[in-house]
């Protein structure tokens, strides 16, 4: 028994639990609201992630600037070992050597600072010296022993040409190297220069699309979050009518039943009172949609119940039409997104037009470590290298002209905007000032209604006027009431968009706090 007394406390507690998580309440101001949003709304959090994603792609373009450093290995397996067969050289000049040593006369030589001719010696390279006389010898008689002994010089000279190895190894077919490589870019025509530019546009451009998205973010949270004051206000009123036609009903029903006004006039009570049930069914669903895409907007879940603090409001103290289109030239967001392409398109132009001049850039390269790498191989290169398309089938050419013709495009895409935007704020500007004027009016209408349908609510308990004529006094007071209501959220989300296109969405809250600025809410 008292397990089952505690399993049925812990279901009560699980339930309470999962019912106040159902219908959590949450009360905002509209500031509250706007700064909640800006935490949870996954736009916010892809905006921060754009520009550091563009700020980094700015500093990889500073990377141009510098040299670029490579570590490289590679292993290389050849079909065979190369060599170098250098037998016909030795073929060459082999047959040289048999005709010298066995059919050269090298009698005969002149010797700088004696007269005539002397027999040189092989061994010194000087003038041989008669033991006899102590001179030079001269070829007198002597010529075949002085050709003789050459012979024998130039035979062995042909004996060491012969043993030599005139087919080397140069490189061994199987090799590996480890070597770095450095490549500077000295000059490419501007190009470096204007990747740079284009990163740092790129870079503002994800600054100014955030910026927008801000403001259209704003924009949706005035709707949704004004929404939600007007639904509950239309929920309000509804209820009232509700209430009203139902009491009319009772009333109905007695008088009908005394006898004091026909079957009819309560049937047409009852059939207002149903009319006036379904209005407050349908704007209590209405709350509850509204309540989801403010929840969404906010991001939070949908089961989440938000109570709105701040009111509908309006203010005839606005700034004058001038000054909207004057900020919207400062300040838009899309004329700055346009202005910007602007100068990406030029920017891109300078690249585009730097294909068609020369890039020198240094090199140079390190071996570091080798296996059966060639000796023959430098241990380090340097160098300076030059590249120049001259004829590329005039795409450079066609590229950087259509670049040139983006330009142009750009600017008349501008002129459209600024026309448009200008366009759009004199009809915000003037819609504001019709909603003003609606509200004025609907000031006297309301006391009208209100004093009309006090007294056919006194004749109809007099019996002086019917349910029908009671009935749609109300339902003017109703109308009236549900239309200024609408009036003032029409007036508060024109608003919203107006700043919007003139780039001052965060002066809503300004107008909001105002103590010019009139806030309105339902009153019975």
Not at 109 to 128: F, H, N, S, W
Not at 157 to 172: R, Y
Request: proline share 3%; charged share 25%; hydrophobic share 40%.
């Amino acid at each position: 028994m008292k397990i089952r007394i505690l399993s049925l406390i812990c279901l009560y507690i699980l339930a309470t639990n999962v019912a106040y998580s159902q219908t959590e309440k949450i009360t905002l101001t509209f500031e509250d609201a706007l700064n909640m949003s800006y935490k949870n709304n996954s736009i916010f959090k892809q905006n921060e992630l754009l520009i550091k994603e563009k700020k980094e792609e700015r500093k990889a373009a500073l990377g141009l600037y510098l040299p670029q450093v490579s570590l490289s290995a590679n292993y290389v397996y050849m079909e065979k070992d190369l060599h170098l067969d250098l037998s016909p050289v030795r073929d060459a000049i082999t047959p040289l050597y048999d005709v010298l040593s066995n059919y050269g006369n090298f009698s005969g030589a002149t010797i700088p600072g004696l007269p005539g001719k002397y027999i040189i010696d092989p061994t010194t390279g000087k003038p041989a010296i008669n033991p006899a006389t102590g001179m030079p010898m001269d070829f007198t008689g002597l010529d075949g022993i002085a050709t003789g002994k050459i012979r024998e010089q130039i035979q062995a000279g042909k004996q060491k040409v012969i043993a030599a190895e005139w087919d080397q190894m140069i490189q061994q077919k199987s090799l590996a190297t480890l070597s770095t490589n450095v490549m500077w870019p000295l000059y490419a025509g501007g190009k470096i220069r204007a990747a740079n530019k284009v990163a740092k546009l790129y870079q503002a451009d994800a600054n100014i699309q955030a910026e927008q998205k801000t403001y259209k973010h704003i924009n949706e949270m005035v709707e949704r979050y004004y929404g939600l004051c007007l639904s509950y206000q239309v929920e309000l009123v509804r209820e009232e009518v509700y209430n009203a036609m139902k009491n009319h009903l009772n009333d109905a029903e007695k008088m009908y039943k005394g006898g004091l006004i026909a079957k009819v006039q309560y049937l047409h009570a009852k059939v207002y009172y149903d009319d006036a049930e379904r209005e407050l069914k349908k704007s209590k669903r209405q709350v509850s949609v509204v309540q989801k895409g403010l929840c969404n907007s906010l991001g939070i879940e949908n089961n989440a119940k938000i109570i709105p603090v701040s009111k509908l409001f309006y203010s005839k103290n606005i700034e004058s039409l001038d000054f909207y289109k004057t900020s919207a030239k400062e300040n838009s967001p899309i004329l700055k997104l346009v202005e910007n392409k602007k100068s990406l398109a030029k920017e891109k132009f300078k690249v585009e037009r730097s294909e068609l001049l020369p890039s020198i850039a240094a090199m140079g390269m390190y071996d570091v470590a080798n296996k059966n790498l060639s000796h023959y191989m430098p241990e380090y290169m340097v160098g300076v290298g030059l590249k120049w398309n001259i004829f590329g089938g005039q795409k450079a050419y066609r590229k950087a002209k259509a670049a040139k013709l983006t330009i142009q495009r750009v600017g008349e895409i501008k002129e459209k905007y600024n026309s448009d935007i200008n366009t759009g704020i004199t009809k915000y500007y003037e819609t504001l000032q019709m909603h003003i004027e609606e509200l004025e009016a609907l000031e006297s209408s309301m006391s009208f209604a209100n004093e009309y349908y006090s007294v056919r609510a006194k004749s109809f308990k007099e019996g002086m006027a019917t349910s029908t004529e009671l009935v749609d006094a109300k339902l003017a007071v109703t109308k009236v009431k549900i239309e200024r209501l609408k009036v003032l959220y029409d007036f508060d989300v024109c608003l919203s968009k107006l700043l919007e296109l003139s780039g001052i969405s965060n002066d809503f809250l300004k107008v909001q706090a105002n103590q010019s600025t009139i806030n309105e809410e339902y009153k019975n």
